[in-house]
């Protein structure tokens, strides 16, 4: 997918997403059919959207979550899915093995999430206080560099099992919600040089963090997953 113009390839670089919300009342006029369909915007790699039921009529949360390298969309959807059944789940995937600044540096994956984005946003109501960035893995460590760079798109950063903390040339902008989960057995990405090092390092760059440890290995525990989704009605 090409980017849309010079201002594109600067904000993609310095990790910067310029799609937004439109107002509450923008959107379908009628609810959109829930259920599981493609992005439509990727070819071989895209990505996958999940509409909720309607509820009351108010906006849904949106969580976008980013899969761990060599992932797709269904295996990131599936950490998420029962822990989030009213939001809107956006399941992006990578334009290579994982995401672009792991390879080396901001760019084609912040554009192709900018566009997919602004899909969403066009078409369906979103509630702006509730829009989290999540990930498990290398999505997770992507999730957490990317979002305190758009911390006024982004009002939640849920990630799971992070490796580390890349942030981008943009300044950080806003403070997002973060937070952060690790297994103690990990052998894919260990807790002492991971998170037990990732925490502090974000909390003394003035992050508020949820961090939860748990007994087990490189995995999302369904009651993890369920405690990281209801931090986003806690504002």
Do not use: K
Not at 183 to 210: F, Q, W
């Amino acid at each position: 997918m090409a980017l849309t113009d010079d201002a594109d390839r600067v904000a993609a670089a310095r990790g910067r997403l310029r799609a937004r919300p439109g107002p509450v009342g923008s959107g379908d006029a009628a609810p959109p059919e829930a259920g599981l369909r493609p992005i439509g915007l990727g070819g071989r790699r895209d990505g996958l959207l999940r509409i909720p039921e309607a509820r009351d009529g108010a906006p849904p949360p949106l969580v976008v979550m980013l899969h761990g390298a060599g992932g797709a969309a269904a295996s990131a959807l599936r950490l998420i899915d029962d822990a989030a059944p009213g939001a809107l789940i956006l399941a992006p995937e990578s334009r290579g093995p994982t995401w672009d600044v792991i390879m080396g540096a901001y760019g084609p994956d912040v554009a192709f999430l900018d566009a997919a984005l602004r899909e969403v946003f066009g078409r369906h109501r979103v509630d702006p206080r509730r829009v989290a960035l999540a990930g498990f893995s290398d999505g997770a460590s992507y999730a957490l560099s990317l979002a305190l760079a758009n911390g006024d798109l982004f009002t939640h950063v849920l990630a799971f099992s992070p490796g580390f903390y890349a942030p981008p040339e943009a300044p950080t902008v806003g403070r997002p919600s973060v937070f952060v989960s690790h297994g103690v057995a990990d052998e894919v990405l260990p807790i002492g040089p991971c998170s037990r090092r990732l925490v502090p390092r974000l909390r003394a760059a003035g992050c508020a963090v949820r961090y939860r440890e748990f007994p087990g290995g490189h995995s999302v525990p369904a009651e993890i997953a369920a405690e990281a989704v209801a931090t986003l009605a806690e504002g």
